[in-house]
């Protein structure tokens, strides 16, 4: 069986989804026929997006709670910050996918089938791509945008590769026990046992709250040390003892330098597989809806897919920086992040981590760091750069 597309979207996560909503939203797309392929139904809560902007964007309708202050925690520093011009924000996957999903049924040139890929080629013969399924049925398209990693990520030597893992609660207290109008963004005031270790805690009402249990290590812990660590938060920092879990999730995200593929013929690849993830956070949201309102504009205007603003390739350096220092064990997390939380403001460091601080803030945030240990990874990480672009 052989069917044909204008662009099939592989993978209808966080990438795949934002990409349909983008095509929906815009009516060059309307005559296009469009397929949308996943394994899963995509109606769980699976996942709690957070991001920040400084404008509503596409999925303000969905936003579940909003802050406009964080506090930062650590035996270094700490601190509110005031964040204007920038909101945080929380998105629920199953809100997101519910959404999409119900704008998609007014739409009918776009079709979603449930099954699994087994792989996606180039088709010189039909100048687009192909898409197998498991039960070997073929299906064709002139782009495919692929969100599935159908590999484990290729490490080289030179490369690092951390996780950032995490075991999410949403609890809720019988009494008022939070304040819903600031986040923690981030609490290193916990063991730093696995390395680098943090809470998040996000109040989405006075008697409820997302706590995330985080940790930035090469290797992942036993999943009771979660758990563990959790109680041990809620009971001896919040001071709370009765309390129900009504939500839970778990995560594990790339946090590495390796260049990921943009494009391939004509398979583009969007999300966790574009390398959307960014190195030194973790955050992929707003990465994920710049590359696919980028690939809208693209397929409209003709252009490329493959274009990366020198603001990325600035923000990979810097990654690759923080992610060497961690590696190589010159200077904790908790400190590394302390010091820059003390001495930037931080809606400058908020730009910076979407590699889109100037120049100027950039050299500030090098300065808040200690040269002694940032340099010299700085410079190999340069080296590396260089060597990798000449050998292309
Ligand atoms: C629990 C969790 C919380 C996160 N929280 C944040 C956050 O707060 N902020 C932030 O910026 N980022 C966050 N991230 C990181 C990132 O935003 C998400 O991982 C995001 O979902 C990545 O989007 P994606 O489209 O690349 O992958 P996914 O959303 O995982 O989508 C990939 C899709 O491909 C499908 N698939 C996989 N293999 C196949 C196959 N062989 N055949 C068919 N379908 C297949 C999967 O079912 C899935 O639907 C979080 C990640 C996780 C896991």
């Known amino acids: 069986m052989l069917k044909q597309y204008d662009y099939i979207i592989a993978g209808a996560g966080c990438a795949g989804l934002s990409l349909l909503m983008r095509m929906m939203n815009d009516p060059f797309f309307v005559s296009k026929k469009i397929l949308v392929i996943d394994a899963a139904t995509k ?10 902007e400084t404008q509503p964007d596409l999925f303000e309708p969905i936003v579940h709670h909003q802050w406009k202050q964080l506090d930062f925690f ?5 601190g509110s910050l005031g964040i204007d011009p920038y909101v945080y ?12 999903m119900n704008t998609a049924a007014q739409h009918p040139n776009v079709e979603f089938v449930q099954a699994r890929v087994r792989s996606i080629n180039n088709n010189s013969e039909k100048a687009g791509a192909e898409l197998v399924l498991e039960d070997g049925t073929i299906l064709t398209a002139s782009k495919i945008f692929n969100s599935i990693l159908f590999t484990p990520i290729k490490v080289a030597s030179n490369q690092f590769y951390f996780q950032q893992h995490f075991k999410g609660w949403l609890i809720k207290t019988e009494e008022a026990c939070f304040d819903s109008s600031k986040a923690t963004f981030m609490d290193f005031c916990v063991s730093q046992e696995h390395g680098t270790t943090f809470m998040y805690m996000l109040p989405v009402a006075n008697n409820k709250a997302l706590l995330e249990y985080t940790l930035f290590t090469e290797e992942l812990i036993n999943q009771s040390e979660y758990d563990i660590a959790l109680k041990k938060y809620i009971k001896e920092h919040l001071k709370i003892d009765d309390y129900t879990i ?3 999730e778990f995560g594990i995200i790339p946090m590495t330098n390796v260049q990921f593929p943009r494009e391939n013929g004509n398979i583009v690849y969007i999300g966790i597989a574009g ?6 956070s973790g955050y992929a949201f707003k990465f994920i809806q710049k590359r696919t309102a980028a690939i809208v504009s693209a397929l409209k205007n003709g252009t490329s897919f493959s274009a990366t603003s020198f603001k990325n390739v600035k923000g990979h350096l810097y990654d690759s920086t923080l992610l060497r220092v961690l590696h190589e064990r010159s200077m904790n997390g908790d400190e590394i992040f302390a010091q820059i939380f003390k001495k930037i403001k931080a809606a400058d460091v908020l730009a910076f ?7 100027f803030t950039d050299l500030r945030i090098m300065n808040s760091v200690p040269i002694k240990v940032f340099l010299p990874a700085a410079l190999k990480e340069l080296f590396a750069y260089w060597k990798y672009r000449n050998e292309k």
């Open 43 to 52: 109606n769980t809560n699976d996942r709690t997006w957070c991001f920040w």
């Open 74 to 78: 650590s035996n270094y520093f700490s």
């Open 89 to 100: 924000k929380m998105i629920q996957g199953i809100d997101f996918y519910q959404y999409i």
């Open 246 to 248: 009504e939500h839970e």
């Open 275 to 280: 390398g959307q993830a960014k190195a030194s």
């Open 353 to 359: 981590l979407d590699n889109e601080s100037s120049f």
